[in-house]
Every structure is written in C-alpha cells, then in structure tokens.
C-alpha cells in the first residue's frame, strides 16, 4: 500500500478509495463508475454512495465491518462522519421516521445472487440492535431475526445463479412505537416459485427444507415419514443436484424447527407441517401409465402413504388424480359430468395439487409470523422489499415472465421517485435548472400490463386462456399470433420461431409460454380444492383450504396475469406511501468467489440501473428538500423565535433558520413550497446543530434520572445500614433518616484527591475523618472507599524541590479487602471504629460510620465472598504500626457513660477513655419511607422549568440540583464558585468545624417523634420545619441573592438574581428563613449574601 494511502477525512484508521460518493466523480460516464466501483471493492470496501442512494457489491466473504463497534459507530451519525455503510441508511432510515413521523421504506434491487437477502438481514440485524424494548418487545425482535431461516428453509433454493436464491418476494414492514421500539410487523410475501415444488433445472435443487428434513429428521421423524433418501423422491431426483456447498442441511434442519418454536407454531401442528413437506414427496411419486387413452395410476401401492401422510382417502385421491367433474352446458340445461383423465392431464392435476398444498403451507407460515407480531394499530414503520431479482434463464417461463415484470415495475418506481419526480419537482416549484435525459421503462411496463389500446402481452395471454379449447392444441401458435397483431410493432417486443422477446431494462428474455399449462393450472385448481376440502375436518390440512365448496361454487383463479398485476400494483402504492430509501445491489461475478470482477458484466448492471443519469441528476440538483413546514418542525429547535414554533410566514422562518446557521446563498433555493440545499454538506451544518441542541437536553434529562435513581439507591443503602447497626449500637439522634450520599468530598473536582485511584476507578464513599494515633492525638484524613479498598489520604509539607514548602497530598495507607479482618465499634452512640487489618489498626471518628461500614460490609462481601465480621464491645483494643525498634503493642477505647451527646476523650497511657450520653435506643430503626413517585414528580419539575422558556437554555437556578441528596456542611460554605449555583454537597471549602456540635444544633428538630416516623417529611434534607407561625420582623439583617431560586414546595420562597429580601433566621442545616412579598419561607442560604 505504501506510505502514501489517503485516508478518511473524519474516520480513523479508515483509507481513502476511490470516491464514497460518486457524486464526486470528476468524470461521469460508465467507465469511470465502474472503475470507482472497482476500486473500493479490491480494497475490500463494498459500500459507495450516489447520494442517498447505496451502491452495495456483493463481497462473497465475511467483511469484518459488521460488529457491535460499527453498530455503535453509526448509530446518531450523519452520512459524511463515516464510510458508507448500510448502517448509515437504515439508521437514517430511523431517524427521520422518529423525527419525521413519517414511515419509511427501503427497496432493495440487484439481479439474483447481488446480496439483496444478506443487506435486508443487516438491516433488521442493526434495528433490533439499537432500538431499545421491554419483554414484549424483545419477543417481537426474536420473532423478526427468526422469521429469517423459517422462510428461507421454505422459500429459498439454491440455483444455478445463487445457493440461497430466494424464490419469492418480500415485504417485511417492522413498526415501531412512538418511542422508536420495534413492537410489531408484518410480512407480505409474493409470487413463490411453484413450478420449483415439482421440477428443477439442472444444478438446482428443490426448496431448501426438503434436502433439511432429509439430513436432519431423526429416527422416529424417518419412520413415521417414510424418509428415504433424496434420489428416491421424483420431485428431488429430476436435477441430480442434492448437496449445496457451505451448506449443511442438518444443522439448518435444527434452526428450522428452532424458528417455528419461537414464532409460537404449537408443536402437533409443527408434526403435521413435516407430514405435508413428506406428503407433497410421496405424491411426487405416484406415476400414471396410459390405459386406453385414460391415465392410471401405475402402482397403488404408491398410493396409500402420501394419502395417509395428507389424510386423504386413498381411493378418492387416486379418483381425483384421475378424473375432472366438469360442468357443460347442453340446450340450454346445465348438467355435471365426470371426464377421465390421460396421462400427461393425470400428472398436470398431481402436481397442481402438489403446489397447491406446498404454496398454502407456506402462506400459513407468513401468517403464523404476521399473527405472532401483529400490532392492533399501527404507529411508525420502516419496510423493508427484497424481492427476488431480475432473472434470464435458458427457457423463461410465465414464473420467469411475472418475476421479471415485478422488477420492471421497481424499476420504475426508482425512476419516478429518483430522476423523474425530481424534475418536475424543480419545474414545479420554479427553481433554475437544467433537464438531464434518461430512459424511463414506462414504455416496458404498458407493454406488459396495458390493458387496451393496444392490449398489453398479459391481457393477450388471458384472452388467449378465455378461448382456447380444452385440449389446448395450436394455443401457443394463437397466442403468438394475437400478440404480433396487438404489439407487434412495439420496439420493445419481438417474436421469433416458438416466442416472444421481450426487451426489458435489464436485458432481452426469450419467453416461452406453455398456454396450455397455464390453463390446465387453472382448471384443475376446481379439482385441486376438492382434494383439499376433502380431508378430515380436524386435520391442519383443512384449514389450509377454507373454501367452502357449496358456496364458493364461483370461487375460480383469478386470471393468470391479473393476480400479478394486482399484486404489484398494490406494492407500488404501499411504497409510494413511504419515504424510499434505494441499495443497488450489484453482482460482480458468477464464480461466487471473493475479489473476482467481471468488468462487462459490472458495466452491464451500473448500465441498466441507470447510475450514470442517477449520479448527473443528483449532482445538478439539490441534495435535500423539504417543505417549509416540516423543515420548520426538524430545526425549530435551534433557535428561540423558532420554538417551538415560529410566528410568522413559513419561507421567512425558514430562511431565519438558515442564516442563523450562517449558510451561503449559493447552498440554497427556496421553491414555491419547498426549500432546497444543494449539498449534502450544508445540511449537515443544520443536523449537527439540531443534534447539540437535543443532546444538551438529554444530558439534562441523563442527570435528572441519575439523581432519581442515585437517591432511591442510597434510600435503600440507608435501610441496610441501620440493619447492621440496629440492635447492637445506639444510634445518633439525626442519623438514622440522615440521607446517604457516599461522597462527601466531590471528588470528581478534586484531582490532588483522585491521583491515588486507578482512572474510573467508582468512589463508593469519601469523607474527612479523624485519625488517632498510638498517643491517641488526633489528625484529619480523607477517607475513600472503592471496589478496590480503602485509601487514607494525609497532607505533608514538600521537604525538597521545586515545590519545597508547599502542602500536598500524600497516600497514607491503603488498605485491600483481603488483608481486613474486622471492624469493631462501641455500643454507644459516639463516631469511633476500628479497622483490623492484617499488619496493625487503624482508630477512625466519622460522623457517616454506619453508611461507610455498610458499603464496606456490601464490597467487602463482593470481592471476598465471605462476611465482615463487624463486634460491638464497650472496650476496644487496637495494634498499634511497628515503628523503628519502639512502637507496635496495643492500644484500648474504653467507652462509658457521661453527660452531653459530644463524646469526651480523656487519654491515660496505653487507654482512651471516651464519655458521653445515652443515644437512641439501640433498636432504632430507619422508617422513612419517600415515594418514587413525590422524587419523580420531583425531577420532573426541576426538568419542565427547564423546557418552559423552550430553547437549549439551561436552568438558571430553579433549583440546586445537590441540595436534596448532598447537603451535608452546617453553615454558609463562603461566596459560590462563579459561574452557575453553588453546589452544595460535592464543594470543596471548610468541612464542618466540629461535627459532634452540628448534631448537637440540630437535635430538636431531628428528634424521632413518639408515633414514630412516618408522618415526618421533610428530615430528610435535614431542613428545618417551617416556623409554626411566622413573625414579624419589622427590621433586622437583609441580603441579596446570588442566584435565582424557584421555591420547589409551598413552604419556600422565590426569587430573582439581585434580589433583596429579609432574613429573618439563619439555620445551620444551611436552610434559611426569609422573607419576600410579604411571604415567609424557606431557601437554601449560599444562594445569597448578607448585607
Ligand atoms: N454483504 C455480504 N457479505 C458477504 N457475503 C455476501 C454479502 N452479500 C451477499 N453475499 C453472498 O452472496 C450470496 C447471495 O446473496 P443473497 O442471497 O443476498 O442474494 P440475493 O440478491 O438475495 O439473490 P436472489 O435474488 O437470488 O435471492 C449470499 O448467500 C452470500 O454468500
Ligand atoms: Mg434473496
């Protein structure tokens, strides 16, 4: 490669090759295309663009750009971020149904073996992978990845083209919640190849779960279904061909059955399912041999298993395969008469009925996915048609002829959307350009389907089948004939010796149409359903023929060509309803084998997909349009005279949106309707701005659940420790509804702190304590708990260098789970614990001892899976550090009763003697209960004063987002950082002077009332109740606030920055009183200065 490969403009690590989008080409003609095209697919790159449209080259080996990473990649990305992908389209595809509301659909096209059925997979693979979903819509997801090998089992073959030739169409609608969540879908499946059920070209094989049953029924499956092997059977043997490289039917077998079990098949139908695949083989094999210019069946014995397999009496089955009830008209008088069959009529009617039943098994396997999925209403979604492609066979029968004419009318749809819409579009809405020609195949499509003037090949054929007799001699030479006077001259039709020609986008097909065969198919469809209801009336079978027979006595095929046409008709419409997305899949051998480019046979298909007017149209034309008013709605988001909606006509707000984005003149038109963006480039400046915007708002939203979810856990935390407490020690009058908050150092602004942790190292908990050493002298240091252990961090003063003088932060012990032993407490009410590790103690005063030891008993737990042992004693000892030849030895706490809830240390020697009063009992409980729904009601308030003003402004103070759950400092912590609302909990400053004197102050408030605790509200942000009447104050001490506050409940006050107002009482919980517009209340004192 050398040093000089280009690389991707914005990916990393991603080499330029060619252009991704061949918008860019600097030559456009076909030679240049092909080449782009060839030169990303030799550098492994199968994607490039034509603007919104994705070319895709079938690679023929696993590309390694289909993991988790790329799915995360380009989920939220603009086109242009990344190298195209399929992901790009479908989470495009996404986006805009969200965004837009607008249903979407994608049309995938490519000649059969182009990787139509692998970019559908991808597709449904990525949506399941970035849409979110309860239960329910995990089920729905499975269903729809699983739908994938039950219909391929069923539908798919492997032809001399493809392995895994899908042999009908499909349109696989996912619908989404308005929450963007698959829930539901829906499938609609076309023209299944029949003919395949009972005869196969040379190198193919039947459909795949014939082979699949064959290879993977077990022993009892073979018994009960006479499984022999496949040359047995004259529906698999005609072609030789049994085996399909890098397939392994027995395997596929499994996952077959696997999916029906998902889809919710019950399991006797699921028996009875194998019984029809087994029955249509037995049928195959009952033979006629002419009696007399009668067919007969030539040996009975071949009769009775598959009318068992299909519960079919014997006899009436070798009646019916023999003979046609016909109704004839004579004078006037209408009477019934059986006519006999011959024997090539004999086989006709065994494998009309061998179709009939494989194409209704397959049909109810649709139905059985659409039920499994279905949706009562319909929201949002996304379609997905992978139809099976453009075809040319030796010999191209009505099958090949319908198929090709699905295609035809793809096609186009392209071209109505893509280069023909897209022009009258720009005439219409009177913007400046220049027409660009390019071939539209209406002209193919009247040809076939036209139904007068001059009548179209099938309405020829239909007439034809009309009038023919019923020995159909001479019927081809009539057709023939017919169709030369109708469209004979039509310069996309041609007849020669035994058919006709017809030129389709894609190529000349010779079609060969056995009119007789088409008749016959539809004639014995009479005789077929009458087989079909025959059957018991509580077999699996029956229901797969509902008609019923008395009435339905009109109930005949619809004509041969006006199924199909109606068929493809109603899709058009279903498409033209959505917003369409195009991936051009394109073949570039026939050799299945990865890397190998057939140059003339590339050129022929970028020829016919018309991708050189596609690329010309595109380029002269405008990337993007939309009408004013949904423009509007997508990007009134970014700026506040368009949110959240703009007042005034539509182009002017439009035309505001994009100035305030800055974007050229020449970038844009703006139509009648319509506003146009040349290059995708500049819309992208809209989507990235729009894509700020919101994400601003989720982060909001992000740390407003965060804050729900972290107060609900630390609720829970506070419960258990209490538990571990309760009983055994008496507890501090205001802690046990004290609200959790684990770190009470803010240690996410506190890197001197943070240096000694790993890089996302979790803080479970963080707090200044005292330390005691061996002469019981007291120092502070901070104490960290996390998943890791437990650090202790001092301060020393730099003794050298640089920063010589200086205070710094210096580890002082850290200490690992494994070497912990216990941790022992008084049964009093005091702060003390004792570490015991492994090497010496450790004589700790936190004023949070029960919620770190409750966080240290849970990791601890975690990391050794045993239990901390955690003692209560009234004297506790302690191993002191070995220091140099002193030190080492014990230590003792003595613990005992005096006055005052302050403990008092009186050090004698080796023992620390520690008074203070009784506690609350020590079988206090934590019985605070606050209701998610009053903390949601909660978050949401703080959100919805953050929407009210509409645009991405921020909340300017409503409401100190800490102050609920990390309000621990008892006093005013000085002047706020500038720049937004103090925070309170995670500030660094002074740490509560004395904590034993903070929960003094507070006592009367925090007391447990004697009906318990449950009608207490408010304790838990250690606020003072309002004031039970409020006084006057006539005149005292005023301030001003910093910062605006909106009251978040009755009892509290509002007000606006600069703000000046009474005070009418400093609390040291930090909530003050004061008094403004005559209303008395409460907020939160740092929000304001005394003056
Ligand atoms: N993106 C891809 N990566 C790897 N292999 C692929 C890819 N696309 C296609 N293939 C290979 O090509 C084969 C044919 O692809 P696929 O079945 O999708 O063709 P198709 O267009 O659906 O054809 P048909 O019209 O016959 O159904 C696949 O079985 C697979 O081996
Ligand atoms: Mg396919």
Redesign the pocket.
């Known amino acids: 490669m050398g040093g000089k490969a280009k690389y991707h403009w914005q990916s990393q690590n991603v080499k330029q090759s060619g252009v991704d989008d061949m918008v860019l080409l600097s030559k456009i003609t076909e030679d240049a295309i092909v080449d782009n095209l060839k030169k990303r697919y030799m550098d492994d790159y199968?994607f490039t663009y034509i603007g919104p449209v994705l070319i895709?080259v079938?690679?023929?080996?696993?590309?390694p750009y289909?993991t988790d990473r790329e799915i995360e990649l380009y989920q939220g990305a603009a086109q242009y971020e990344n190298p195209p992908h399929?992901y790009a389209l479908t989470d495009n595809m996404y986006r805009n149904m969200m965004i837009d509301g607008e249903n979407q659909c994608v049309i995938?096209s490519?000649?059969?073996?182009?990787?139509?059925?692998?970019?559908?997979?991808?597709i449904m693979g990525y949506i399941s992978k970035v849409s979110g979903g309860g239960s329910k819509v995990q089920h729905v997801k499975e269903i729809i990845l699983q739908s994938n090998p039950l219909l391929e089992a069923f539908g798919?073959a492997k032809?001399v083209?493809?392995?895994?030739?899908?042999?009908f169409g499909k349109y696989f609608e996912i619908q989404f919640s308005r929450g963007g969540e698959p829930d539901g879908g829906k499938i609609s499946n076309f023209l299944l190849e029949k003919s395949r059920v009972v005869s196969q070209n040379e190198n193919e094989r039947n459909f795949h779960i014939y082979y699949q049953l064959i290879e993977g029924a077990s022993a009892q499956q073979r018994e009960a279904l006479g499984i022999m092997t496949p040359d047995y059977y004259y529906y698999l043997n005609q072609s030789g061909t049994y085996k399909v490289d890098?397939t392994n039917d027995s395997k596929d077998f499994q996952e077959t059955m696997e999916a029906m079990q998902v889809i919710g098949i019950p399991g006797d139908i699921q028996t009875q399912v194998l019984q029809i695949v087994a029955g249509i083989l037995h049928l195959g094999n009952i033979s006629f041999i002419e009696a007399g210019n009668y067919g007969q069946v030539e040996s009975t014995d071949l009769l009775a298993f598959p009318a068992y397999l299909l519960g079919i009496d014997p006899n009436r089955l070798q009646d019916k395969l023999t003979s046609r009830k016909m109704d004839s008209k004579w004078g006037g008088k209408s009477e019934s008469i059986n006519v006999t069959l011959n024997q090539e009529q004999a086989n006709y009617t065994r494998d009309a009925l061998a179709k009939a039943l494989y194409a209704r098994l397959f049909d109810y396997l649709v139905e059985s996915i659409n039920k499994a999925i279905q949706k009562p209403h319909e929201e949002f979604s996304i379609g997905v048609l992978?139809?099976?492609?453009f075809?040319i066979f030796q010999r191209n029968g009505f099958e090949q002829f319908c198929i090709n004419f699905v295609n035809e009318k793809l096609q186009q749809i392209f071209i109505e959307l893509t280069l023909k819409a897209e022009q009258e579009e720009y005439v219409q809405e009177g913007i400046k350009w220049t027409p660009i020609e390019y071939f539209n195949n209406k002209i193919v499509c009247d040809l076939i389907e036209n139904k007068l003037n001059p009548p179209g090949i099938m309405s020829v054929l239909d007439d034809v089948c009309a009038t023919m007799h019923a020995k159909g001699e001479g019927a081809d030479g009539t057709l023939l004939q017919k169709l030369q006077a109708a469209v004979g001259t039509h310069e996309h039709f041609n007849s020669w010796n035994s058919g006709f020609v017809i030129h389709h986008y894609a190529g000349k097909v010779r079609c060969l149409l056995d009119v007789a065969l088409i008749k016959h198919q539809r004639l014995v469809f009479w005789g077929v359903l009458k087989i079909g209801t025959s059957v018991n009336c509580d077999n699996f079978i029956r229901s797969l023929f509902p008609e019923n027979l008395n009435t339905d006595k009109k109930a005949r095929p619809t004509t041969a060509g006006s199924k199909i046409k109606k068929q493809a008709n109603d899709l058009v419409n279903t498409l033209m309803k959505c917003t369409p997305h195009y991936i051009r899949?394109i073949?570039p051998n026939e050799t299945?084998r990865p890397k190998d480019w057939e140059e003339s046979r590339v050129r022929h298909q970028v020829e016919y997909l018309g991708l050189r007017e596609n690329i010309r149209v595109r380029r002269a034309g405008f990337a993007y349009r939309r009408l004013f008013s949904k423009f509007l709605m997508r990007y009134a988001i970014l700026t506040a005279e368009t949110w959240p909606c703009w007042r005034g006509p539509e182009q002017q707000g439009v035309l505001h949106l994009l100035r305030s984005v800055n974007m050229d003149n020449d970038q844009y038109q703006m139509g009648r309707t319509k506003v146009f963006v040349k290059n995708p480039e500049s819309l992208f400046l809209l989507e990235e701005m729009r894509e700020r915007k919101f994400d601003t708002f989720a982060r909001i939203i992000q740390k407003a659940w965060r804050k729900f979810i972290a107060r609900k856990k630390y609720e829970q935390m506070r419960e258990e420790a209490s538990d571990i407490l309760y009983n055994s020690k008496e507890r501090r009058k205001n802690s046990i509804n004290r609200n959790f908050v684990g770190d009470y150092l803010g240690l996410e602004q506190r890197p001197e702190l943070r240096q000694f942790l790993a890089k996302r190292e979790r803080v479970d908990f963080a707090d200044s304590v005292n330390k005691f050493d061996r002469r019981f002298k007291s120092i502070k240091r901070d104490l960290i708990l996390t998943p890791k252990g437990i650090y202790l961090i001092g301060r020393e003063k730099v003794k050298k260098g640089p920063e010589k003088g200086q205070i710094k932060e210096v580890l002082k012990r850290k200490m690992e789970f494994g070497s912990i032993s216990s941790v022992s407490l008084s049964t009093r009410q005091d702060d003390f614990f004792v570490l015991h590790e492994a090497q010496y103690d450790s004589l700790l005063e936190s004023n949070f001892k029960t919620e770190f030891l409750s966080l240290l008993s849970k990791r601890y737990e975690e990391v050794t899976k045993r239990k901390l042992t955690i003692s209560f004693g009234d004297r506790l000892e302690f191993r002191v550090k070995k220091e140099g030849w002193g030190g080492g030895g014990t230590r003792i706490v003595v613990f005992q009763k005096g006055p005052g809830d302050l403990a008092q240390l009186k050090p004698g020697g080796k023992t620390l003697s520690v008074t203070i009063g009784d506690g609350l009992p020590k079988s206090s409980s934590s019985l605070y209960h606050r209701t998610a729904g009053l903390l949601l009601k909660h978050t949401f308030r703080s959100l919805s004063s953050v929407h009210q003003n509409g645009g991405a402004k921020f909340p300017r103070g409503p409401h100190n987002p800490q102050a609920d759950i990390t309000y621990s400092s008892p006093q005013k912590q000085g002047r706020p950082l500038q720049g937004g609302p103090p925070k309170l909990g995670s500030q660094r400053g002074p740490r509560p002077p004395a904590p034993n004197q903070y929960n003094q102050r507070n006592l009367d408030f925090l007391n447990v009332p004697d009906q318990g605790m449950k009608q207490r509200k408010r304790s838990i942000t250690q606020r003072p109740p309002p004031a039970p009447k409020p006084q006057p104050r006539p005149q005292g001490p005023r301030c001003r606030a910093l910062y605006q506050y909106v009251g978040q409940d009755t009892d509290e006050i509002s007000f606006e920055v600069n703000d000046v107002f009474d005070l009418v009482k400093e609390d040291a919980s930090g909530w003050w009183t004061g008094r403004i517009g005559g209303k008395e209340g409460l907020f939160p004192g740092n929000y304001v200065e005394k003056i």
Not at 386 to 389: E, F, P, R, S
Request: charge should be positive; aromatic fraction near 10%.
């Open positions: 199968i895709s079938n690679p023929f080996k696993q590309m289909f399929i995938i490519g000649e059969s073996g182009a990787g139509k059925t692998v970019a559908a997979k991808y798919n032809t083209r493809n392995n895994n030739s899908s042999r890098g992978d139809i099976y492609g075809e899949c073949k299945k």
